[in-house]
């Protein structure tokens, strides 16, 4: 009971995305990457030095004061935060961002005292009542260190080969910054 099937039956749907993943560059990279635990503040003199560079492909800094607060508060409270990407540059060995832009501009605002959006002064802002409305210069001198002594863990990437460019930094900030799903309350655990 052999039957044979037309050859128009047997033909696959053809899908745009499909054949522009076929039509692909399929390069393969060679990356060394390693970790590096800096503390805020060898990273804040590290991008006054503008020896951390934010390349053009990032989107504009976009948090706002209450944001932002809560993550300096996170170093104030000794919580752990997460860690950034850098790729190395091979002619300087500057270092640009491939992830974590908000979190970099936001520790060096807060020591800088200028809020990025607007240029106001820094202040913390629905933080814990020993902070609330303190910017870096009114911390007690404990709590000034315990943020300057803060280590932000950087995963460090450079690009061995292909030699004639670097294109993984845009690989690997578009696998980090798109794709994502956008956290739902979860009325049955007590964050949410």
């Known amino acids: 009971m052999e039957e044979i099937l037309n050859a128009e039956d047997n033909e696959l749907e053809k899908i745009d995305s499909e054949e522009e993943d076929q039509n692909a560059d399929t390069s393969t990279y060679e990356i060394i990457s390693y970790g ?65 832009q908000q979190r970099l501009v936001t520790s060096r605002a807060f020591k800088d005292e200028k809020f990025p959006l607007t240029n106001d002064t820094f202040r913390l802002k629905n933080v814990t009542a020993r902070w609330e409305g303190k910017k870096y210069s009114d911390l007690d001198s404990v709590d000034r260190k315990r943020f300057d002594d803060s280590v932000l863990r950087a995963t460090i990437i450079q690009q061995v080969s292909p030699q004639k460019d670097d294109t993984s930094v845009y690989h690997i900030f578009q696998r980090l910054n798109t794709g994502g799903t956008i956290l739902q309350n979860n009325p049955g655990h007590p964050g949410g």
Request: glycine fraction near 6%.
């Open 36 to 100: 590096a635990d800096y503390t805020i503040s060898v990273l804040y003199e590290k991008m006054k030095n503008k020896e951390i560079q934010v390349p053009n492909f990032q989107r504009k800094y976009v948090w706002n004061v209450k944001q932002a607060s809560r993550f300096i508060e996170s170093f104030l409270l000794g919580l752990p935060v997460p860690g950034i990407f850098l790729a190395k540059e091979k002619p300087t060995g500057n270092l640009l961002v491939i992830d974590g």
